[in-house]
């Protein structure tokens, strides 16, 4: 009659089968952690490559565009109890216009600070930011001269960007969702104080 009990034999032939699963399953499951884990960090690189691109080593004839999409990114949260001094600098005022400040943020692009206050009107944004620093290129052709001020027209993506020097800084305003010609009209209200403006 057989022994109900263990036989050694086959318990060691369990063992062995078991510890060979358990090596098996262990370097498969290393591996893929270590894919994840490999994934995650090249993730971040290349979200902290894109931040880096954005706020260094941009040269001067690109500062507009990439302030254009430093406003892409939209507020960083409720407008400053200050007002319309963001970051120390004054930024447009876009009241006057029915246009509601929304929000704000700060950005460093290049060498230079970028002061951004949000406006809301209707469910469109207008984003409007001041440069600090010298003088940078403005670029795209002039679309007005408001009393004497430049004022140039590019377009990134869908998204309409003015861009003009008025006391020595840059001025860039951009939108997704106005027209052209009421970002326009409101760089001529802004400029010119006699200029009617389109309220839409």
Not at 105 to 114: A, K, M, N
């Amino acid at each position: 009659m057989a022994s109900e009990g263990h036989t050694p034999a086959l318990d060691a032939e369990q063992t062995g089968s078991e510890s060979s699963e358990a090596a098996a399953q262990g370097p498969s499951e290393r591996a893929r952690a270590g894919r994840i884990f490999g994934a995650i960090v090249i993730a971040a690189a290349v979200a902290a490559a894109a931040a880096f691109a954005l706020t260094a080593g941009v040269p001067d004839s690109e500062v507009v565009a990439h302030v254009a999409a430093a406003q892409d990114l939209g507020a960083t949260g409720p407008l400053n109890v200050s007002g319309q001094i963001v970051a120390g600098m004054r930024t447009p005022d876009l009241g006057a216009y029915r246009w509601s400040p929304s929000g704000d943020r700060v950005d460093v692009v290049g060498t230079h600070t970028v002061a951004t206050t949000f406006f809301q009107r209707g469910g469109r944004v207008i984003a409007a930011s001041v440069v600090s620093g010298g003088p940078i290129r403005e670029p795209g052709p002039v679309v007005a001269t408001p009393d004497g001020v430049r004022v140039h027209r590019i377009s990134l993506a869908g998204r309409t960007i003015l861009s003009w020097r008025r006391g020595g800084r840059t001025v860039v305003m951009s939108s997704v969702a106005v027209p052209q010609p009421w970002l326009v009209a409101l760089a001529r209200g802004l400029n010119s104080p006699t200029t009617a403006v389109s309220r839409g």
